[in-house]
């Protein structure tokens, strides 16, 4: 202890000796840079509102690489009053609230912080869509040095990282398959009760239809397999992709003569079936403000998925056939290889024809299906699948799996191989479900490290 002790003073003589911290900050820093600083704490976790209101920071969260708010799960306490967990949002100028439309877009409605750099010269207000105010804090600049270099990760490590680092890559392994079986269980018991209520080939057609959702644009997907089940869009055949496109509003009015003759054609087939529904269902079509077209790939467009979902349907019977079967290979082919005159060659209703054939359904996607849908569909019918489910690799790069892994796993060479496997992304997911989402105490308090010391 002495020498540490000497070793600080020594330090603290030396004047050319100065804390470095995370990232190299320009002069005019732009709007990542200034995540990075804050996201490493180099600003600190206590800081003043813009009506003097004092603001402690528990818990960062974890950086959101996507659309939305920058910051997600993020604890934070303000003056007297008991935490509140949310998101926060960083600009560099204050007015970016408005300039951004954040004050419209729902995905900003649980904001619990704006934090800024500049100041515009004008009082002015951070609200969301419900008109809640949102508290503001303006960062100091110049309480930063200009000296450092490294990398952000997506999550601050855990308290974790120390036992798990110290278990044995196969008992590692154990635990991450342990909480994937968990998590498989819970699936199938999720999908036992929708089959209760729906049977089971509804439950099968909502589940497909969520998958295809994708993250954005579930709940358009959700909604749109409950207002047209599939017994109904079977019993009109040759009218369910109409059908699906008129209540998703996809076909509100069309004026064909603008619409790029690629398209033009398949417009005009879907308009001439739909319009006579459209009275009928015009109650049910779904609200334009649901759907998300931005910050996804265009091969996920939900125009394709849509496109998609309808060819799924129009081949129910071989699909039911396999999805019962439970056997990955041949389902991923079925599905990778199903066809569709205009969306093997379209991103959107409305773009040009692309100049090489697009997968309607491709093998992640697919894979995606057999382990969220299929698999826990055989789970709930007793069927032993668990040898068959641990040989699947994992498809996606998921996003809650990386910052689960940057949390559990941070500066650990073996990371890549456990979360290589669909079981290892798995067990990761559920862990962060279970205790990183659960947590508001940076760590503090999680029981999960004791429990990791103990197995």
């Known amino acids: 202890m002495h020498s540490i002790n000497r070793y600080a003073e020594i330090r603290k003589q030396t004047s050319r000796v100065g804390e470095r911290p995370l990232i190299a900050l320009p002069k005019i820093p732009n709007e990542l840079e200034l995540q990075a600083r804050w996201f490493a704490g180099e600003f600190g976790r206590k800081f003043r509102t813009l009506a003097g209101e004092a603001v402690e920071i528990v818990q960062f969260g974890f950086w959101n690489r996507e659309a939305g708010p920058d910051f997600q799960n993020a604890v934070v306490r303000i003056g007297d009053g008991p935490t509140s967990r949310g998101t926060i949002e960083i600009d560099l100028l204050d007015r970016n609230w408005e300039l951004h439309r954040h004050s419209t877009n729902p995905a900003f409605d649980d904001a619990i912080l704006h934090v800024f750099l500049e100041r515009s010269g004008v009082e002015f207000f951070a609200r969301t869509s419900t008109h809640r105010n949102v508290a503001q804090i303006q960062l100091d600049l110049a309480a930063l040095r200009d000296v ?244 699947l690799r994992a498809q996606l790069s998921n996003q809650a799996a990386r910052i689960a892994a940057a949390r559990l796993f941070a500066g650990d060479p073996r990371q890549r191989g456990f979360v290589q496997s669909l079981v290892g992304q798995q067990g990761l997911l559920q862990i962060y479900e279970d205790f990183c989402l659960r947590d508001a105490s940076d760590c503090a308090s999680c029981p999960l490290p004791e429990q990791l010391r103990r197995w």
Not at 253 to 262: C, E, F, G, I
């Open 148 to 391: 450092a270099t490294g990398i952000v990760p997506l999550a601050h490590a855990g308290r974790c990282v120390a036992p798990l680092r110290n278990l044995e890559a196969e008992r590692v392994a154990n635990v991450l398959e342990q909480a994937a079986k968990f998590r498989l269980r819970q699936k199938g018991n999720r999908l036992r009760q929708r089959i209760e209520g729906h049977g089971r080939d509804e439950t099968l057609f909502q589940t497909v239809a969520e998958a295809l959702g994708y993250k954005q644009n579930r709940l358009p997907f959700t909604l749109l397999s409950q207002r047209l089940s599939l017994a109904f869009l079977r019993s009109r055949r040759e009218d369910a992709e109409s059908l699906l496109f008129g209540v998703a509003g996809f076909l509100d009015a069309p004026d064909l003569d603008t619409q790029r003759k690629s398209a033009r054609s398949y417009l005009r087939s879907l308009w001439d079936r739909w319009w006579k529904y459209r009275e009928q269902f015009s109650r049910l079509v779904l609200p334009a403000k649901l759907w998300k077209m931005s910050g996804a790939r265009p091969l996920n467009h939900p125009h394709r998925r849509l496109g998609a979902l309808a060819t799924v349907v129009a081949q129910w019977k071989p699909f039911s056939t396999l999805a019962r079967a439970s056997q990955a290979t041949p389902l991923i082919s079925f599905l990778a290889d199903l066809q569709h005159d205009f969306w093997n060659h379209h991103y959107t209703l409305a773009a040009p024809r692309a100049s090489s054939p697009l997968a309607l359904i491709g093998k992640s996607r697919a894979a995606e299906i057999l382990a969220n849908v299929i698999y826990p569909l055989a789970v709930n019918d007793d069927r032993e699948i668990w040898n068959d489910y641990k040989k």
